[in-house]
């Protein structure tokens, strides 16, 4: 099963367990998600609205928090600024925020992992 498809299927069963339909408009979220890191859901708005007007920044928020229930995204937070990234094919990896431009930078250090396992 292809990844996208794999998590079409995790978010259809999360939906079903809560009563919950897929809409047209979290297919196109969840579609859009998978194919961005770091996303917020304003760049989210800003895309698909050119697609689709109705589609409100309300939605797009309820359905970024759906996703990490269903745990295919986490939020992180960077000051006043929310991302969500997509789990299902990132390892763990840390961050570098730049005080100045506020740009973020994905970073790897099995030293660090080793004294966070330790804290």
Known sequence: MSRNLKEFAVLKDH???HQLKLTRQR??????FLKTEHVTA??????LS???PHIG????YRTLNLFCDAGLAQARHFGAQTQYDNVSHKRHHD????TTCGK?????NCE??????EV
């Open 27 to 32: 297919e196109r979220i969840l579609a859009l």
């Open 104 to 108: 973020i930078v994905e970073f790897e």
């Open 95 to 98: 961050h570098l925020i730049c």
């Open 50 to 52: 050119k697609k689709d």
């Open 42 to 47: 304003e760049h989210m708005y800003r895309s």
């Open 15 to 17: 939906l079903g367990k």
């Open 112 to 117: 660090i992992e080793r004294l966070q396992e």
């Open 57 to 60: 920044l309300a939605t797009i």
